[in-house]
């Protein structure tokens, strides 16, 4: 037996109600289960039960031993002074409960519960498949998968809005500046996201700001602070991006970051980091608030049309410096530029929208991502060979959340699909 389960059967009154005695021989009626505590203290506040003829209000306390109280030291710890009733699966000391050591009243669900529950759950935690319950995904109801898959979009959005607000605390609440680190981590895409993120962070975006009008200086910047110019660069374009950047750097005392974080191999050429790098500094290239921009803009197309960039025209014939190459313009995709709506502005919409208590900008957020084509990755493709393929972006990072915090830690119990499977309907 696991004391996670015992929550369960409590919190989801999964309890034979009828006949209930404490350890006293006291009939017992569970009225409210109470709130689950996800802090330190007891394990579940607010409940409310009949003992007897009294009705009592207050905390409970869950453990698979009655001996557990004084193993844990509860006896000795103020906030377990109001419990109650014990909540136990095997009361072991019998003859102490009830006493002067042991206050409080005890229920032990032993003899209250359907074993049959408890096999199914084990069957579940014990599973070697993908996910632990594909296959009995068929036999839930899809009213309660879609309605499970919504709130699996609204805890991946509040998860990642952790993250923003975590770096807006360290950026002085400064939004377009946090904005534009995430963005240009995000401009790395999994490969170099974390030079992107870095160079973003040791370049400040009021040094972007101030040379907004001339792209050659927008790409020294960034150029400069990636690392990736060298003396021994030859074709024009390298050398006068350097004399640029030398300037600057002094004027503003920048360092660049290690040229050695970037990643290149197996990376297709168009992913490549001076591409990229070109495009984000023509993104940036004349606009003032580009996160204002972006969160005033109304529809999905709106933003996709903002977002629309490519690198300057020394890249058209390069992949690289001094390395050239056939000639091709190097636009940001769709694919890329939906990645960026997903993970950086719809975010970004959600928590600001959270932050000013703007309701309909919360909800436009939702409704840009459901406007979205859903992703293509491993994740989504094992999805759909169990039989939940995705309609939008909104299903496929409900997904994703689901696939990454709930069935590879195997928290079924908190699950409402594996709560449907653990109870067989």
Not at 156 to 182: A, M
Not at 313 to 342: C, M, V
Request: charge should be positive.
């Amino acid at each position: 037996m696991k004391e996670e389960f015992l929550s369960y059967l409590w919190e989801y009154k999964l309890i034979q109600k009828e006949l209930l005695h404490t350890t006293q021989g006291q009939e017992l009626e569970i009225i409210s289960p109470g709130t689950k505590n996800k802090n330190s203290g007891p394990d579940f506040s607010a409940a409310k039960i009949r003992i007897g003829n009294t009705i009592w209000a207050g905390n409970v306390e869950l453990h698979i031993n009655t001996s557990d109280w004084k193993n844990h030291n509860h006896h000795n710890d103020p906030a377990y002074s109001n419990i109650i009733l014990h909540v136990v699966f095997n009361n072991d000391i019998p003859e102490t409960n009830g006493s002067n050591s042991f206050p409080q009243p005890c229920l032990e669900l032993k003899n209250y519960y359907d074993s049959r529950l408890f096999s199914n759950f084990q069957h579940l935690i014990n599973s070697k498949n993908w996910v632990p319950c594909q296959n009995f995904i068929e036999s839930v109801n899809n009213v309660i998968i879609s309605s499970w898959l919504n709130r699996m979009l609204i805890e991946r959005l509040e998860r990642k809005s952790e993250e923003i607000l975590h770096f807006l605390k360290y950026n002085n609440n400064n939004w377009d500046e946090v904005f534009y680190q995430f963005l240009a981590r995000n401009f790395g895409f999994k490969i170099n996201k974390t030079p992107f993120g870095l160079l973003a962070q040791k370049t400040p975006l009021n040094i972007i700001t101030k040379h907004n009008d001339q792209l050659i200086q927008i790409e020294a910047i960034l150029f400069g602070q990636s690392g990736l110019l060298n003396n021994s660069q030859t074709d024009i374009y390298p050398r006068t991006l350097i004399k640029e950047y030398e300037f600057i750097k002094n004027k503003y005392n920048l360092a660049p970051i290690d040229k050695k974080l970037w990643k290149q191999s197996k990376l297709r050429p168009a992913n490549f980091p001076c591409i990229r790098l070109s495009q984000f500094a023509m993104l940036l290239y004349n606009r003032g608030k580009l996160f204002r921009d972006l969160i005033n803009s109304e529809t999905a197309d709106e933003i996709i049309n903002i977002l629309k960039t490519h690198s300057s025209p020394y890249w058209a014939e390069h992949y690289n410096f001094d390395k050239q190459s056939a000639q091709k313009n190097k636009t940001l995709g769709l694919d890329s530029i939906q990645n960026i709506i997903i993970n950086t502005i719809v975010p970004f919409m959600f928590v600001y929208g959270k932050e000013r208590m703007d309701n309909r900008l919360v909800e436009k957020a939702i409704e840009i991502i459901t406007k979205l084509a859903p992703e293509k990755n491993q994740i989504t493709n094992n999805w759909i060979r169990l039989g939940l393929a995705p309609i939008n972006a909104a299903d496929s990072q409900a997904l994703i959340e689901l696939k990454k915090n709930y069935c590879v830690s195997k928290k079924c119990l908190h699950c409402a699909i594996g709560h449907c499977v653990i109870k067989g309907n």
